[in-house]
C-alpha cells in the first residue's frame, strides 16, 4: 500500500531560526514528490515538486532534497518568518493510473517571536 | 489569474438533505479532483476526472457522487449527508503532466447535523 509518512507531527522555533521537515515513502512506482504549504483553513499551495532525476530544489527560502534510493525527502525553510506558520504536507505521485497522489499528514510549523 | 473556485465556502444542513457543492476552474485543465480533509488525516481523494465524462472513484467515495459535463466544472454531489461528511472539503485541477502544479480551491467547510 503506497504511505507517505511525516516528522515531526508539530514543530514550534523561534523566528529566524531554521529547520527541517522530513517525509518518508513507500509509493511506487514513483513519479515525482511535492510539498506543500497550507495555512489554516485554506487550500495548499504548491511550494516544489521534484522528478525522480532531481536531488534539490529551492523555492525562495524553502529547499527540498529528495533521495530516491532511501524513498526519503526533506524541506529546509530558512531564516523563517511569522509567515511560515502553517501545515507543510509531503505529497508523492505514482506513475500511471491517473498519477494517483498519496498525501501525508503534515507537519505542523508554528514559527513565535 | 489561475484559480479554482468553489460554492458555498461554508454549509450547515441536516441529515438526509441533498446538497452540491460546485467547483469551477479557468485553466482549461483536464484533471480535476474532490478531496475531503479531516483532523489527523492527510487529504483523501473522493472522486477524479480525467477529462469530460470520464470520471472514476478514489480512496473515499461513499456516499459522494460527481459529474463532468463540461471542462471547466466538476461539482460534488451529496445525495444523502450524514454526520460522518463533515469535512472540509477541496476541488483541485491539473493539466495532464505528471509533473504538472495542481491547484486547489479554497476549501468547504461542511456541517451535517
Known amino acids: 500500500k503506497n504511505q507517505v509518512e511525516q516528522s515531526p507531527q508539530s514543530l514550534i522555533i523561534l523566528e529566524g531560526k531554521n529547520c527541517t521537515l522530513q517525509c518518508n515513502y513507500t509509493v511506487s512506482p514513483f513519479s515525482n514528490l511535492r510539498w506543500y504549504k497550507q495555512d489554516t483553513g485554506r487550500g495548499p499551495v504548491s511550494l516544489t515538486i521534484?522528478?525522480?532525476?532531481?536531488n534539490t530544489k529551492s523555492n525562495g527560502r524553502y529547499t527540498a532534497t529528495l533521495d530516491a534510493d532511501t524513498k526519503q525527502s526533506s524541506l529546509h525553510i530558512t531564516a523563517s518568518q511569522l509567515s511560515d506558520s502553517a501545515s507543510y504536507i509531503c505529497?508523492?505521485?505514482?506513475?500511471?493510473?491517473?498519477?494517483?497522489?498519496?498525501f501525508g499528514t503534515g507537519t505542523q510549523l508554528k514559527v513565535e517571536l | 489569474e489561475a484559480q479554482v473556485t468553489q460554492n458555498p465556502r461554508y454549509l450547515i444542513t441536516v441529515t438526509g438533505k441533498k446538497l452540491t457543492v460546485t467547483c469551477s476552474q479557468n485553466m482549461n485543465h483536464e484533471y480535476m479532483s474532490w478531496y475531503r480533509q479531516d483532523p489527523g488525516l492527510g487529504l483523501r481523494q473522493i472522486y477524479y476526472?480525467?477529462?469530460?465524462?470520464?470520471?472514476d472513484k478514489g480512496d473515499v467515495p461513499e456516499g459522494y457522487k460527481v459529474s463532468r459535463k463540461e471542462k471547466r466544472n466538476f461539482p460534488l454531489i451529496l445525495e444523502s449527508p450524514s454526520p460522518n461528511q463533515t469535512s472540509l472539503y477541496f476541488c483541485?485541477?491539473?493539466?495532464?503532466?505528471?509533473?504538472?502544479?495542481?491547484?486547489f480551491g479554497p476549501g468547504t467547510r461542511l456541517t451535517v447535523t
Open positions: 476526472s480525467m477529462n469530460v465524462e470520464v470520471t
Open positions: 521534484m522528478t525522480f532525476s532531481e
Open positions: 483541485a485541477s491539473r493539466s495532464h503532466g505528471p509533473g504538472d502544479e495542481q491547484y
Open positions: 505529497v508523492v505521485s505514482a506513475r500511471g493510473g491517473g498519477n494517483k497522489l498519496t
